[in-house]
């Protein structure tokens, strides 16, 4: 089992910055994959950004690409999703995930409660 915490969520007007943080405990975090997904009100759960074990593979959407970064800091056990110049449709919760392969799909097995993102305009 990992337990997965977000932080670093808020309020934030368009054009600024956020950086989320996702500690894991439980397994050996550096056995894990891990990927940031984002749910606004009304719509799906959708990819962010996915981080394989080592940190040498990563893939973004493309709504987020330039704009996003994702990280990990395996001696930590925390992973970061940088989020600069952000937009008011990046307003979502959002989720870290972790798995044994990296993914850009839902299908992960440890997911955190959500952290709040709202950017206003």
């Known amino acids: 089992q990992v337990q997965l915490v977000e932080s670093g969520g808020g309020l934030v007007q368009a054009g600024g910055s956020l950086r989320l943080s996702c500690v894991a405990s439980g397994r050996t975090f550096s056995s894990y994959a891990m990927g940031w997904f984002r749910q606004a009100p009304g719509k799906e759960r959708e990819f962010v950004a996915a981080?394989?074990?080592?940190?040498?593979?990563?893939y973004y959407a493309d709504s987020v690409k330039g704009r996003f970064t994702i990280s990990r800091d395996n001696a930590e056990n925390t992973g970061y999703l940088q989020m600069n110049s952000l937009k008011p449709q990046d307003t979502a919760v959002y989720y870290c995930a972790a798995d044994r392969i990296v993914r850009t799909n839902i299908a992960y097995d440890y997911w955190g409660q959500g952290t709040q993102v709202t950017v206003s305009s």
């Open positions: 981080i394989s074990r080592s940190g040498g593979n990563i």
